[in-house]
Each structure stands twice: as structure tokens, then as C-alpha cells.
């Protein structure tokens, strides 16, 4: 997790992360929705290219002017961005009670986001889910639950 955190574990890098995801692309696109500083803004764009979470292209020669797409990187990013956003919604606005954030494009119906088995479909929660510390040798297998 640490290093997974090393690379989208701040605001900055999360905030470029949702504007890419909602079709920015362009640097002073992501320098106009954030009102980040540019020199900031430069600096997590690199990260987020340098660890494949981006990928920078030309989109014009004279002068030349690059774009940031999703790689397939970024792009498994997707569930992180959108529990976020909904657990922003349920938990940091005033009435707790807000309308819904997202709609499924496939059924045309609001929804909520659920961590699934990939195996059931079941709906996870913290108690439900146990990490499987087993070596690559495969003996001396540990297992703890998450704590929830």
C-alpha cells in the first residue's frame, strides 16, 4: 500500500486523477479546474507519467504542446476515484443525505458503488475480507482479517 500511496496518496494527485477521468487532458485544463500552482502541478503530472498512471503525448507541433491520457494503469485506478467520491458524498457534505452522484450508463439507474467477490459477487465489507500473508513457497500461510 505504501507504495501505491507513494504515487496517488495526495490531493493533488488524486484531484488530476478525477479531471482525467471526467475527460481533462491538457495542462491548463487540469491548472484551470484546480487552481493548482503550475510548478505543482508539473511535478505530479511527471510522477503520475513516470509511473505509467499517465501517458504524455504531443497534440501540437508549433509550439509544442503535450496532453496526458489514462493508460491501462491509470485507468484500474477507476474504483479508488469513484469510492472516494461516494464516500465524500455520504460522509463530508451537510445533510448526509445527498442525491445520487452517479447513474449507470448501462441501465440508466442511480447507483452506489460495491466491492464485489470476484469469484460470489458478493458484497465485501472490512469483516468479510481476510489477507492472505502465504509465502511464495506456499508454506507457513498466514491469514488475518481486516479489522472493521
Not at 504515487?7 to 484531484?15: E, K, M, P, Q, S
Not at 511535478?43 to 503535450?66: E, N
Request: proline letters at 3%.
Amino acid at each position: 500500500m505504501e507504495r501505491a500511496l507513494a504515487v496517488v496518496g495526495d490531493r493533488w494527485a488524486l484531484t488530476i486523477l478525477r479531471d482525467a477521468f471526467l475527460g481533462v487532458r491538457r495542462f491548463e485544463d487540469f491548472q484551470r479546474r484546480s487552481a493548482m500552482a503550475r510548478n505543482v502541478l508539473a511535478k505530479r503530472l511527471a510522477l503520475l507519467v513516470g509511473h505509467g498512471v499517465l501517458a504524455r503525448t504531443v497534440y501540437q507541433d508549433r509550439p509544442i504542446r503535450h496532453e496526458y491520457r489514462l493508460t491501462s494503469r491509470g485507468q484500474g485506478l477507476f474504483p479508488v476515484i469513484l469510492s472516494l467520491a461516494s464516500w465524500g458524498q455520504a460522509y463530508l457534505t451537510e445533510d448526509h443525505a445527498p442525491a445520487p452522484l452517479f447513474r449507470h450508463r448501462g441501465c440508466d439507474h442511480d447507483m452506489r458503488p460495491v466491492l464485489a467477490c470476484s469469484a460470489c459477487g458478493g458484497e465485501l465489507h472490512a469483516r468479510s475480507v481476510e489477507l492472505n500473508l502465504e509465502t511464495d513457497t506456499g508454506d507457513g500461510a498466514a491469514v488475518r482479517a481486516f479489522a472493521g
